[in-house]
C-alpha cells in the first residue's frame, strides 16, 4: 500500500519560513517524479513545484520562484518544499504527490500525471 505523508506545516508571520517534508512508502521513490500542490476552500489544488525522479529537474510555478525550493534525498524517500519569505496568499494545505516516470517529455505541472497523492498539511501565513 502505498502512502505519501507530509509533515511541517503550521502557522508563521509573513516574511517568515517553512520546509514541509513527504515521505513516501509502498513505492519504489526512485522511480517517481515526485510534486507539490496547494489548495485553497472552493478552488482547485494548484501546482507549486515539481522535481525528477533523480532530482536533476525541478522547476516552479511562477508566483513561488525565487522563494520556495522543492528537493529530495532518494535515500530517505522523501521530499522538501523549503519556503521562504512567504505571504498571505501562500495559505493553503499543501499536499505532495508521486508520478511515476514517463521520461523527460511530461510537463509534471499536471495533476493527472500524478498517480499518489498525500493528506495535506496546512499552512497559514499570517499578515
Known amino acids: 500500500q502505498v502512502q505519501l505523508v507530509e509533515s511541517g506545516g503550521g502557522l508563521v508571520q509573513a516574511g517568515g519560513s517553512l520546509r514541509l517534508s513527504c515521505t513516501a512508502s509502498?513505492?519504489?521513490?526512485?522511480?517517481?517524479?515526485m510534486g507539490w500542490f496547494q489548495q485553497t476552500p472552493g478552488q482547485e489544488r494548484e501546482f507549486v513545484a515539481t522535481?525528477?525522479?533523480?532530482?536533476?529537474?525541478?522547476y516552479n510555478e511562477d508566483s513561488v520562484k525565487g522563494r520556495f525550493t522543492i528537493s529530495r534525498d532518494n535515500t530517505k524517500n522523501t521530499v522538501y518544499l523549503q519556503m521562504n519569505s512567504l505571504k498571505p496568499e501562500d495559505t493553503a494545505v499543501y499536499y505532495c504527490?508521486?508520478?511515476?516516470?514517463?521520461?523527460?517529455?511530461?510537463?509534471?505541472?499536471?495533476?493527472?500525471?500524478?498517480?499518489?497523492w498525500g493528506q495535506g498539511t496546512q499552512v497559514t501565513v499570517s499578515s
Open positions: 509502498g513505492l519504489t521513490f526512485s522511480n517517481y517524479a
Open positions: 522535481i525528477s525522479e533523480s532530482g536533476r529537474r525541478a
Open positions: 504527490a508521486a508520478g511515476f516516470s514517463r521520461g523527460s517529455g511530461v510537463d509534471y505541472s499536471h495533476r493527472i500525471q500524478y498517480d499518489y
